[in-house]
């Protein structure tokens, strides 16, 4: 938030910059990709229903507002006059290309999604190397994400009795298949595949339990 004294130029740049100062902590513009990024409780996603032109909005209309603080009248009417010129498209427009460049607005697009191991989720981020549920923080930069809300203790008993008929109940094979799926699911199995062609080797599945197995995966 600008400090209490603080007074932005009356220009497009200075409602740009205090566009940043009221947003930057929910706000990104990812060069990388010329796209703006909104902060949505436990992770990123793009703009897309017109939210990034609502905070324009509302910053001029701050600008408004906080006139009223202004002591020197000359000072408060210009205030007031900028202002309602800001709520003008075209003022509205310019405000937000010149914020692409305002940091903490300007991101230069690294590192999005860098963890391959943090999935976001409706209820928060999930670390897929413990399987532990935590609060997403945006130095996270996460943006890839699902809507289902994370349950630890969900079980899927049809699948899991599935896998023992087509696995004739072994444990440890069992126990691989589901690693693999992970790490496939993280386009990671080549990293893993020595461990893969081990169990391969020694019980690979028939050809009627690969074709049974397949659909339920690519249906996750």
């Known amino acids: 938030m600008p400090t209490k004294n603080w007074l932005p ?3 497009d740049f200075g409602n740009a910059e205090l566009l940043a100062a009221l947003f930057g902590e929910r706000l990104r ?13 436990h992770w990123w996603t793009p703009d897309s229903d017109g939210e990034l032109m609502r905070m324009a909005k509302d910053t001029a ?11 020197d009248e000359d000072i408060r ?4 006059e ?20 305002e940091k903490p ?33 945006p130095c996270d930069k996460i943006t890839l994400h699902t809507e289902v809300a994370f349950d630890p203790h969900a079980k899927c008993h049809r ?26 699911l993280l386009f990671l199995l080549s990293w893993h595949g020595g461990q893969w062609q081990k169990h391969a080797s020694e019980r690979p ?5 690969r074709l049974r197995l397949q659909p339920a995966i690519l249906g996750v």
Request: hydrophobic share 40%.
């Open 9 to 11: 130029r009356r220009t």
């Open 29 to 41: 513009f990812d060069y990388g990709q010329k796209r703006w990024l909104l902060y949505r409780q």
């Open 105 to 137: 607005l300007a991101d230069d697009g690294g590192n999005w999604d860098g963890n391959p191991f943090l999935l976001g989720v409706a209820n928060g981020v999930v670390d897929l190397k413990t399987g532990t549920l935590r609060p997403g923080e």
């Open 159 to 184: 699948f899991d009795r599935f896998l023992e008929e087509i696995f004739d109940a072994d444990a440890d094979l069992i126990s691989y298949i589901h690693r693999a799926v992970g790490y496939s």
């Open 205 to 209: 599945p028939t050809c009627d339990r």
């Open 61 to 71: 209309r701050f600008r408004f507002h906080n006139s009223a603080r202004i002591a």
């Open 82 to 101: 900028w202002a309602l010129r800001s709520e003008n498209l075209q003022r509205l427009e310019a405000m937000i290309t010149l914020a692409e460049s």
């Open 77 to 80: 009417k210009k205030e007031v």
